[in-house]
């Protein structure tokens, strides 16, 4: 299952820019394409290439166990355990919480015990306020930065809570990592129109301190031409074009291990390449695989996020429900969902999420072999290490219970089992 809070991003990004140039300009879809691309490497590249199958040891398969022990979060009650509809969170090295609000424009604090703690930031423009903002992290000084799309800028603050300093920002960077020298990891994202068209573009790479490009990972770019009329057909076709462009599209993945090495994964492929920290490909995972198909409930899933993400006031319901009945979708779904790092090296790749039933884990070890494949109850509802990450040797997830969101913590062991064939 694709991951909610991406999707409903570019929704709201794509929706608030194409009405604004559709009431002011005409022109008739005409194409719309999507392009990626990696760029060239060396040839000194170290290949793990892995089969459809987990490397067994004398018939034993491996998994792992998970056992919630906290959860944070209230849906009615004291109003600092009370969250928007759409938070992150992370930890410190001493195991105390910080959960990105992004609806209250606030980040909450709490101990290890799940105690609230203190708040940092509000909603505004001054100096650590925020108009939006981004998961928590940390720097080599072990300071909390948050990035801050809408006032361009990344602000810095204490674990206590008291705000430091500022970078402004140019141009917008998404999920943005700082390494310990300083340099940043994100995606450089741009959109711009192009007569009665518009070009999204993202770029991700390795960008020095002036946010000069270093390393070049990947581009993602599409293009998609404006609606020429007012009349039902053509904008219910815009629309269903619009809305068929995320349904199951692979989204670009990428994290940073504690030695600043670079993950990154477009899967499109089943494949994660790994990059030093100056930005050179110096290994890439990859694993024979075969496609998941996207069922009727994947897609009765899709279109209830969708209409979540769906902010454009201006169509009426009838457009808006002739639109999502003619959403194009891929056979299959992406090649996986997403992948954290684990302290102990190796890599958790998220194969695939499905509400209110399972989530499909796959394993490699230290040296990128394939070791356990397992379904498990815990939800991954998320990106990279945002809304499920390993840290403190405990495994961290956002959990949506009766619509409302919680932060979980979950103790896990490295179970193994005899294969029943």
Known sequence: MFEKKNMNNRLHFLFGFFIIIFLATNSMPKKMFLKAKNPSQESDVIVVSNPKTPFLKKGIK???????????????????????????????????????????????????????LLTIGREGQGPGEFQSLSVPRFDKGNNLYVTDGSNRRISFFSREGEYLRQIPLQERYENLHINSKGFYVANNWNQTQEGGAIRQTSLYGLFDDNFNQVAELFKDEFKSSLPSGYDESSIVNFLANLISMTAFKPQARYTLSSDDYIYFGYPEKYEINIYSPEGKMVKKITRDFEPIPIKEKDKENFVDIAIDGFSAQIFTGVIKKKAFQKIKYPKNKPAYHSFVLMENGWLAVIVESVKDEYTLFDIFDQEGKYIANFKTSIPAEGILSDFFFFKNDRAYAVVTENDYKFVKRYKFKIQEYKNKK
């Open 62 to 116: 491996m998994k792992l166990v998970f056992e919630e022990d906290l959860s944070i979060g209230e849906a009615e009650g004291d109003e600092n355990y009370m969250f928007g509809g759409h938070i992150e969170f992370n930890t410190d090295r001493d195991g105390n919480f910080y959960v990105k609000d992004f609806d209250n424009k606030r980040i909450q604090k709490y101990d290890p015990e799940g105690r609230y």
